[in-house]
């Protein structure tokens, strides 16, 4: 459970720089609200690999981190660019599935208390970039239509710190 443990703290941090570079791709292009939005969301993957991190060390253990790959940044459109944060969502949701399995079966019970806040942290994750996702494919290329939904993006505001 422990390694598993530390492998979902490496994912978390690696989905916080996957979204960084995601960040980067947009603000370049000066789609700001959007940069705003993936940087708001490297925030959030971030403090939950901080989570984890702190769940570890709590239960007595020292906590590991393993290597973290280049995430890559070669988008050719918007729509491209949140396509794979609603792919990168959807293999998060696997890995804390089966994290929670993992717990489960060993009986690690407060891994699995821990990890509840996971699962319905997945779902609205999940269902946040699905709406996006769909909102850009209805817009699809019209320059007015990407302008606002761009600013639609830029108007997240920070979510609180995971507990």
Same mark, same amino acid.
């Given at each position: 459970?422990? @390694?598993?443990?530390?492998?979902?703290? &490496?994912?978390?941090?690696?989905?916080?720089?996957?979204?960084?570079?995601?960040?980067?791709?947009?603000?370049?292009?000066?789609?700001?609200?959007?940069?705003?939005?993936?940087?708001?969301?490297?925030?959030? #993957?971030?403090?939950?690999?901080?989570?984890?991190?702190?769940?570890?060390?709590?239960?007595?253990?020292?906590?590991?981190? &393993?290597?973290? @790959?280049?995430?890559?940044? @070669?988008?050719?459109?918007?729509?491209?660019?949140?396509?794979?944060?609603?792919?990168?969502?959807?293999?998060?949701?696997?890995?804390? @599935?089966?994290?929670? #399995?993992?717990?489960?079966?060993?009986?690690?019970?407060? !891994?699995?208390? #821990?990890?509840?806040?996971?699962?319905?942290?997945?779902?609205?994750? #999940?269902?946040?970039?699905?709406?996006?996702? !769909?909102?850009?494919?209805?817009?699809?290329?019209?320059?007015? &239509?990407?302008?606002?939904?761009?600013?639609?993006?830029?108007?997240? !505001?920070? !979510?609180?710190?995971?507990?």
């Amino acid at each position: 459970m422990l @390694d598993a443990l530390d492998q979902q703290i &490496s994912n978390e941090f690696s989905a916080s720089f996957s979204y960084l570079a995601m960040a980067s791709w947009c603000e370049h292009r000066q789609f700001m609200g959007a940069g705003h939005w993936l940087r708001l969301q490297s925030a959030e #993957e971030y403090s939950h690999a901080m989570k984890l991190f702190n769940f570890v060390l709590a239960r007595n253990h020292q906590a590991s981190v &393993s290597r973290i @790959d280049n995430p890559g940044g @070669d988008f050719t459109s918007l729509l491209e660019v949140f396509e794979a944060a609603q792919t990168q969502e959807q293999a998060v949701s696997r890995q804390i @599935d089966g994290l929670f #399995e993992l717990a489960f079966q060993e009986k690690v019970f407060a !891994a699995m208390a #821990e990890l509840q806040w996971f699962v319905t942290e997945q779902v609205e994750e #999940e269902k946040s970039i699905r709406e996006i996702v !769909a909102k850009m494919r209805m817009v699809k290329d019209d320059p007015s &239509s990407l302008l606002d939904l761009d600013r639609e993006l830029g108007a997240r !505001a920070a !979510a609180p710190q995971a507990p």
